[in-house]
Protein backbone atom coordinates (compact mmCIF):
# COMPACT_ATOMS: atom_id res chain seq x y z
CA UNK A 1 0.00 0.00 0.00
CA UNK A 2 2.59 2.14 0.39
CA UNK A 3 4.20 1.61 -2.31
CA UNK A 4 1.14 2.23 -4.50
CA UNK A 5 1.30 5.70 -2.64
CA UNK A 6 4.74 6.86 -3.41
CA UNK A 7 3.95 5.53 -7.28
CA UNK A 8 0.72 7.69 -7.00
CA UNK A 9 2.50 11.15 -5.69
CA UNK A 10 4.99 10.15 -8.10
CA UNK A 11 2.30 10.79 -10.86
CA UNK A 12 0.88 13.96 -9.21
CA UNK A 13 3.85 15.65 -8.37
CA UNK A 14 5.41 15.02 -11.79
CA UNK A 15 3.50 17.55 -13.53
CA UNK A 16 4.91 19.80 -10.93
CA UNK A 17 8.30 19.01 -11.32
CA UNK A 18 8.16 19.36 -15.18
CA UNK A 19 6.74 22.64 -14.83
CA UNK A 20 9.76 24.03 -12.50
CA UNK A 21 12.69 22.09 -14.97
CA UNK A 22 11.24 24.23 -17.80
CA UNK A 23 11.00 27.18 -15.93
CA UNK A 24 14.76 26.87 -14.60
CA UNK A 25 14.92 26.08 -18.13
CA UNK A 26 13.62 29.46 -19.41
CA UNK A 27 15.40 31.37 -16.94
CA UNK A 28 18.80 29.88 -18.12
CA UNK A 29 17.92 30.50 -21.53
CA UNK A 30 16.79 34.02 -20.64
CA UNK A 31 19.94 34.74 -18.76
CA UNK A 32 22.19 33.53 -21.12
CA UNK A 33 20.56 35.04 -23.91
CA UNK A 34 21.90 38.08 -25.93
CA UNK A 35 20.97 40.35 -28.24
CA UNK A 36 22.01 39.80 -31.65
CA UNK A 37 23.51 43.61 -32.51
CA UNK A 38 24.52 44.61 -29.32
CA UNK A 39 25.62 41.37 -27.78
CA UNK A 40 23.73 42.31 -24.25
CA UNK A 41 21.89 39.75 -22.19
CA UNK A 42 18.36 40.25 -23.16
CA UNK A 43 17.61 40.26 -18.73
CA UNK A 44 19.58 43.20 -18.45
CA UNK A 45 17.66 45.05 -21.31
CA UNK A 46 14.28 43.54 -19.77
CA UNK A 47 14.83 44.90 -16.10
CA UNK A 48 16.21 48.18 -17.60
CA UNK A 49 12.92 48.52 -19.64
CA UNK A 50 10.73 48.05 -16.54
CA UNK A 51 13.09 49.87 -14.26
CA UNK A 52 13.76 52.96 -16.41
CA UNK A 53 10.04 54.97 -15.47
CA UNK A 54 10.92 54.87 -12.10
CA UNK A 55 14.39 56.19 -12.97
CA UNK A 56 13.35 58.97 -14.92
CA UNK A 57 11.02 59.57 -12.09
CA UNK A 58 13.60 59.78 -9.74
CA UNK A 59 15.71 61.64 -11.91
CA UNK A 60 12.96 64.56 -12.48
CA UNK A 61 12.24 64.68 -9.11
CA UNK A 62 15.77 65.18 -7.91
CA UNK A 63 16.45 67.86 -10.98
CA UNK A 64 13.54 69.58 -9.62
CA UNK A 65 14.55 69.50 -5.75
CA UNK A 66 18.07 70.49 -7.12
CA UNK A 67 16.65 73.87 -9.13
CA UNK A 68 14.59 74.51 -6.18
CA UNK A 69 16.93 74.52 -3.43
CA UNK A 70 19.24 76.48 -5.92
CA UNK A 71 16.24 79.26 -6.39
CA UNK A 72 15.96 79.35 -2.63
CA UNK A 73 20.05 80.02 -2.57
CA UNK A 74 19.52 82.32 -5.86
CA UNK A 75 16.51 84.43 -3.64
CA UNK A 76 18.32 84.52 -0.34
CA UNK A 77 21.62 86.13 -2.46
CA UNK A 78 19.63 88.69 -4.64
CA UNK A 79 17.77 89.37 -1.10
CA UNK A 80 20.89 90.44 0.04
CA UNK A 81 22.62 92.10 -2.35
CA UNK A 82 19.55 93.92 -2.26
CA UNK A 83 19.97 95.09 1.01
CA UNK A 84 23.80 95.90 0.86
CA UNK A 85 22.81 98.37 -1.94
CA UNK A 86 19.96 99.90 0.11
CA UNK A 87 22.43 100.79 3.23
CA UNK A 88 25.14 102.24 0.52
CA UNK A 89 22.33 103.91 -1.19
CA UNK A 90 21.32 105.52 2.21
CA UNK A 91 24.80 106.41 3.35
CA UNK A 92 25.31 108.18 0.15
CA UNK A 93 22.62 109.72 0.19
CA UNK A 94 23.91 111.14 3.85
CA UNK A 95 26.88 112.09 2.90
CA UNK A 96 25.21 113.81 -0.02
CA UNK A 97 23.36 115.81 2.76
CA UNK A 98 25.91 116.15 4.89
CA UNK A 99 28.00 117.57 1.98
CA UNK A 100 25.46 120.22 0.67
CA UNK A 101 24.90 121.13 4.45
CA UNK A 102 28.59 121.70 4.62
CA UNK A 103 28.81 123.27 1.18
CA UNK A 104 25.67 125.73 2.79
CA UNK A 105 27.57 126.84 6.23
CA UNK A 106 30.69 127.25 5.02
CA UNK A 107 29.15 129.97 2.47
CA UNK A 108 27.42 131.55 4.51
CA UNK A 109 30.67 131.75 6.81
CA UNK A 110 32.41 133.20 4.16
CA UNK A 111 29.71 135.21 3.58
CA UNK A 112 30.20 136.58 7.11
CA UNK A 113 34.02 136.90 6.69
CA UNK A 114 33.68 139.16 3.76
CA UNK A 115 31.45 141.59 5.82
CA UNK A 116 34.61 142.68 7.73
CA UNK A 117 36.25 144.12 4.15
CA UNK A 118 32.80 145.43 2.79
CA UNK A 119 31.65 147.41 6.39
CA UNK A 120 35.51 147.60 7.56
CA UNK A 121 34.31 146.85 11.30
CA UNK A 122 35.63 143.88 13.72
CA UNK A 123 33.01 141.64 14.04
CA UNK A 124 32.44 138.60 16.37
CA UNK A 125 31.00 135.43 14.49
CA UNK A 126 28.35 133.75 16.36
CA UNK A 127 26.03 130.77 16.06
CA UNK A 128 22.06 131.08 17.18
CA UNK A 129 21.32 128.88 20.08
CA UNK A 130 17.76 129.85 20.94
CA UNK A 131 14.79 131.80 19.72
CA UNK A 132 11.36 133.25 21.51
CA UNK A 133 8.25 131.45 20.78
CA UNK A 134 6.49 133.88 18.41
CA UNK A 135 5.70 132.35 15.15
CA UNK A 136 8.38 135.07 13.59
CA UNK A 137 10.94 135.03 16.04
CA UNK A 138 11.72 138.74 17.12
CA UNK A 139 14.33 137.65 19.20
CA UNK A 140 17.33 134.94 19.38
CA UNK A 141 20.23 134.05 21.89
CA UNK A 142 23.78 133.81 20.35
CA UNK A 143 26.58 131.72 21.77
CA UNK A 144 28.67 135.14 22.30
CA UNK A 145 28.50 137.55 25.25
CA UNK A 146 30.43 140.50 26.71
CA UNK A 147 33.62 137.80 27.47
CA UNK A 148 33.78 138.16 23.35
CA UNK A 149 34.04 142.11 23.75
CA UNK A 150 29.83 142.19 22.68
CA UNK A 151 28.50 145.63 24.09
CA UNK A 152 24.60 146.46 24.36
CA UNK A 153 23.06 148.00 21.03
CA UNK A 154 25.72 146.67 18.92
CA UNK A 155 24.38 145.76 15.38
CA UNK A 156 23.59 142.08 14.43
CA UNK A 157 24.12 141.39 10.71
CA UNK A 158 24.61 138.26 8.25
CA UNK A 159 25.68 138.59 4.46
CA UNK A 160 22.60 139.21 3.44
CA UNK A 161 21.45 142.39 5.75
CA UNK A 162 20.66 143.78 9.31
CA UNK A 163 19.65 141.22 11.85
CA UNK A 164 19.03 143.51 14.58
CA UNK A 165 20.90 144.79 18.04
CA UNK A 166 21.80 143.29 21.08
CA UNK A 167 19.62 144.57 23.66
CA UNK A 168 20.56 141.56 26.71
CA UNK A 169 24.13 140.33 27.76
CA UNK A 170 25.50 137.78 30.20
CA UNK A 171 29.22 136.66 29.57
CA UNK A 172 28.83 133.78 27.16
CA UNK A 173 25.32 135.22 25.29
CA UNK A 174 23.51 137.44 24.13
CA UNK A 175 19.78 138.36 23.26
CA UNK A 176 19.44 139.69 20.07
CA UNK A 177 15.85 141.77 19.15
CA UNK A 178 15.09 141.39 15.40
CA UNK A 179 14.05 144.36 13.20
CA UNK A 180 11.16 143.12 12.93
CA UNK A 181 10.11 143.68 16.49
CA UNK A 182 7.60 146.52 16.30
CA UNK A 183 10.34 147.98 19.04
CA UNK A 184 13.25 148.03 16.65
CA UNK A 185 13.72 151.07 14.28
CA UNK A 186 16.38 152.05 12.00
CA UNK A 187 17.41 154.92 10.00
CA UNK A 188 17.09 154.14 6.59
CA UNK A 189 17.31 155.66 2.67
CA UNK A 190 16.05 154.36 -0.32
CA UNK A 191 18.58 153.51 -2.86
CA UNK A 192 22.21 154.64 -2.63
CA UNK A 193 23.46 156.81 0.32
CA UNK A 194 24.45 160.35 -0.93
CA UNK A 195 22.23 159.68 -4.39
CA UNK A 196 18.74 159.17 -3.06
CA UNK A 197 16.53 161.97 -0.73
CA UNK A 198 14.18 159.11 0.07
CA UNK A 199 15.33 159.54 4.01
CA UNK A 200 12.51 158.03 6.71
CA UNK A 201 12.99 155.52 9.09
CA UNK A 202 12.42 151.68 9.24
CA UNK A 203 10.04 150.08 12.16
CA UNK A 204 9.09 146.56 12.44
CA UNK A 205 5.82 145.63 12.22
CA UNK A 206 6.05 142.44 14.60
CA UNK A 207 4.19 139.15 13.18
CA UNK A 208 4.08 140.08 9.79
CA UNK A 209 7.97 139.57 9.28
CA UNK A 210 8.29 142.60 7.45
CA UNK A 211 9.36 146.31 8.34
CA UNK A 212 7.87 149.42 7.37
CA UNK A 213 9.43 152.38 6.17
CA UNK A 214 8.09 155.69 7.49
CA UNK A 215 8.12 159.91 6.90
CA UNK A 216 9.95 159.50 2.94
CA UNK A 217 8.05 162.47 1.10
CA UNK A 218 5.73 162.44 -1.08
CA UNK A 219 7.94 164.39 -3.66
CA UNK A 220 10.57 161.11 -3.44
CA UNK A 221 10.19 157.85 -6.08
CA UNK A 222 9.94 154.84 -4.82
CA UNK A 223 9.03 151.59 -6.37
CA UNK A 224 8.87 147.62 -6.11
CA UNK A 225 12.40 146.40 -6.01
CA UNK A 226 13.92 149.47 -4.75
CA UNK A 227 16.76 148.65 -1.69
CA UNK A 228 17.13 150.06 1.47
CA UNK A 229 20.18 150.86 3.41
CA UNK A 230 20.63 152.49 6.93
CA UNK A 231 22.08 155.65 7.14
CA UNK A 232 23.91 155.78 10.41
CA UNK A 233 21.59 158.56 11.94
CA UNK A 234 20.07 155.88 14.53
CA UNK A 235 23.65 155.62 16.39
CA UNK A 236 23.03 151.49 16.48
CA UNK A 237 23.48 150.61 12.50
CA UNK A 238 27.09 152.29 10.40
CA UNK A 239 25.63 153.83 7.28
CA UNK A 240 25.44 151.59 3.85
CA UNK A 241 24.44 148.23 5.66
CA UNK A 242 21.18 146.61 3.69
CA UNK A 243 18.03 146.94 4.89
CA UNK A 244 15.81 144.83 2.85
CA UNK A 245 13.87 145.13 -0.52
CA UNK A 246 10.62 147.35 -1.22
CA UNK A 247 7.94 145.09 -1.69
CA UNK A 248 4.92 147.39 -1.41
CA UNK A 249 4.22 151.06 -2.08
CA UNK A 250 1.13 152.85 -1.25
CA UNK A 251 2.14 156.29 -2.74
CA UNK A 252 1.65 159.39 -0.93
CA UNK A 253 -1.83 160.72 -2.84
CA UNK A 254 -0.14 164.32 -2.49
CA UNK A 255 3.55 165.82 -1.80
CA UNK A 256 3.08 166.49 1.68
CA UNK A 257 2.35 163.01 2.76
CA UNK A 258 4.68 160.50 3.28
CA UNK A 259 5.02 157.61 1.14
CA UNK A 260 3.60 153.99 2.86
CA UNK A 261 6.37 151.33 1.98
CA UNK A 262 6.78 147.90 3.25
CA UNK A 263 10.12 146.11 3.18
CA UNK A 264 11.19 142.30 2.69
CA UNK A 265 14.38 142.23 5.17
CA UNK A 266 17.91 140.98 3.17
CA UNK A 267 18.96 138.41 6.35
CA UNK A 268 16.60 135.22 6.33
CA UNK A 269 15.36 136.07 9.94
CA UNK A 270 13.28 132.71 9.61
CA UNK A 271 16.33 130.81 8.60
CA UNK A 272 19.36 132.12 10.58
CA UNK A 273 21.78 129.79 11.97
CA UNK A 274 25.38 131.98 12.44
CA UNK A 275 25.79 136.07 12.82
CA UNK A 276 28.04 138.05 12.99
CA UNK A 277 28.29 140.88 16.17
CA UNK A 278 30.03 144.31 14.63
CA UNK A 279 32.15 145.86 17.07
CA UNK A 280 30.42 149.35 16.09
CA UNK A 281 30.53 151.58 18.37
CA UNK A 282 28.95 155.23 16.95
CA UNK A 283 31.33 158.30 16.72
CA UNK A 284 29.69 160.97 20.08
CA UNK A 285 27.96 163.27 19.05
CA UNK A 286 28.84 167.43 19.55
CA UNK A 287 27.05 168.82 22.42
CA UNK A 288 23.87 170.65 20.70
CA UNK A 289 25.23 174.58 22.33
CA UNK A 290 28.92 173.67 20.44
CA UNK A 291 26.84 173.48 16.86
CA UNK A 292 25.23 176.49 17.43
CA UNK A 293 27.11 179.79 15.66
CA UNK A 294 28.07 182.82 17.40
CA UNK A 295 28.07 180.84 20.94
CA UNK A 296 30.52 181.97 22.82
CA UNK A 297 32.10 178.49 24.71
CA UNK A 298 34.06 179.87 26.83
CA UNK A 299 32.67 180.14 30.23
CA UNK A 300 33.56 183.49 32.31
Known amino acids: MAAIR ?33 RQRMLRIWIQALVSPAQSLSSGASGAGASFVKEIVNFRSTANENERLKQELATAQLELRQARQAAIE ?27 SSVWFNTVTINRGSSSGIALNMPVVTAGGIVGRVIALSPWTAQVMMITDEKAAAGA ?57 V ?54
Not at 207 to 236: A, H, P, W
Open 6 to 38: TQREIRQRAPIWLGILLLTNLVIMAVDARDSVT
Open 189 to 245: IVGQLGGSGALGSVRGLGNTGLVEMRYVSGLEKVEVGDYILTTGQDGIYPPGLNVGE
Open 106 to 132: NDRLNGLLNLKEQTGYDQVTARVIARD
Open 247 to 300: VQVKHAPTATQPHQILIRPGAKLDQLEEVAVLLYRPPQRPAPEQTLPNVDKVKK
